[in-house]
């Protein structure tokens, strides 16, 4: 019984967290200059607060461009598409991820968090993965759409240098033998060097470019919180963008802050 009342609570209070929302925003005019009005202070249980619902293109319906251009859909149906990347022969990949997902839950605050970022769209389960899509003739209508590297740890940055597919996954920089025109690669990675990943991995997308040279990676690796609310320790070598020597694996801090 106990259980069941706490589990009825628990959903009570999420459910108010989702529908409540404060009052009509004061008129755009009165919130400007050097006294603006402001609301008072309240006091709540939980704070009011509105979650976006997802919107997702209708069919046949596109973002408005300039008059004489047209924008066409390249690829749909992708889990959580983040970094196109263009190949030299014009393949263009697509890295498809989300989060690792293992961050502790320690708080009532992280499973709140957890459930309206689930809410909003943002939880679903990404690809793991990099699609390439191949449109040779360049009429918007791809003649191959196929999985060229598959069962990858939350990536999100590509670089190709020389016949190196490099791809930044959240715990490591991964090197990838290949081929211009390649469509599938099987060969195993190797680790170029690990990086800052879990068990707490707050800002878990890693950036990846290339020198123009090619002899160092620069890879942009998050803070592990916002307002160091899991202690200064986790922060460590986070918050800046490392450069990697491509040769060796080392690494130095290269900005931070």
Same mark, same amino acid.
């Given at each position: 019984?106990?259980?069941?009342?706490?589990?009825?609570?628990?959903?009570?209070?999420?459910?108010?967290?989702?529908?409540?929302?404060?009052?009509?925003?004061?008129?755009?005019?009165?919130?400007?200059?050097?006294?603006?009005?402001?609301?008072?202070?309240?006091?709540?249980?939980?704070?009011?607060?509105?979650?976006?619902?997802?919107?997702?293109?209708?069919? =046949?319906? &596109?973002?408005?461009? @300039?008059? +004489?251009?047209?924008? *066409?859909? %390249?690829?749909? !149906?992708?889990?959580?598409?983040?970094?196109?990347?263009?190949?030299?022969?014009?393949?263009?990949?697509?890295?498809?991820?989300?989060?690792?997902?293992?961050?502790?839950?320690?708080?009532?605050?992280?499973?709140?968090?957890?459930?309206?970022?689930?809410?909003?769209?943002?939880?679903?389960?990404?690809?793991?993965?990099?699609?390439?899509?191949?449109?040779?003739?360049?009429?918007?209508?791809?003649?191959?759409?196929?999985?060229?590297?598959?069962?990858?740890?939350?990536?999100?940055?590509?670089?190709?240098?020389?016949?190196?597919?490099?791809?930044?996954?959240?715990?490591?920089?991964?090197?990838?033998?290949?081929?211009? =025109?390649? &469509?599938?690669?099987? @060969?195993? +990675?190797?680790?170029? *060097?690990? %990086?800052?990943? !879990?068990?707490?991995?707050?800002?878990?997308?890693?950036?990846?470019?290339?020198?123009?040279?090619?002899?160092?990676?620069?890879?942009?690796?998050?803070?592990?919180?916002?307002?160091?609310?899991?202690?200064?320790?986790?922060?460590?070598?986070?918050?800046?963008?490392?450069?990697?020597?491509?040769?060796?694996?080392?690494?130095?801090?290269?900005?931070?802050?």
């Amino acid at each position: 019984m106990r259980r069941l009342i706490s589990g009825s609570a628990l959903t009570l209070a999420t459910m108010v967290m989702l529908t409540s929302c404060g009052k009509n925003p004061a008129p755009a005019s009165t919130q400007i200059g050097a006294d603006p009005p402001l609301p008072a202070q309240q006091q709540y249980l939980l704070p009011p607060m509105k979650v976006a619902p997802v919107s997702r293109w209708k069919q =046949g319906e &596109t973002p408005e461009v @300039a008059a +004489g251009m047209k924008i *066409t859909a %390249l690829a749909t !149906g992708l889990e959580h598409p983040r970094q196109p990347y263009v190949l030299p022969n014009g393949d263009i990949l697509i890295v498809e991820s989300n989060g690792p997902g293992y961050e502790p839950i320690t708080r009532p605050k992280d499973l709140i968090m957890g459930w309206v970022q689930g809410y909003a769209g943002a939880g679903a389960k990404g690809g793991n993965r990099i699609t390439l899509i191949r449109d040779a003739d360049g009429d918007g209508k791809p003649e191959l759409r196929t999985v060229l590297l598959d069962h990858l740890v939350s990536p999100f940055g590509v670089a190709l240098v020389g016949n190196d597919l490099y791809v930044a996954n959240t715990d490591a920089i991964v090197r990838y033998p290949y081929r211009t =025109g390649q &469509t599938k690669i099987t @060969a195993p +990675g190797q680790v170029l *060097t690990e %990086l800052p990943g !879990g068990p707490i991995d707050h800002h878990w997308t890693k950036s990846l470019l290339a020198s123009p040279d090619g002899s160092k990676l620069y890879v942009g690796v998050g803070s592990n919180s916002n307002i160091t609310e899991n202690g200064i320790g986790v922060e460590r070598e986070r918050a800046a963008v490392w450069e990697v020597d491509r040769a060796t694996g080392s690494h130095r801090i290269f900005a931070s802050g």
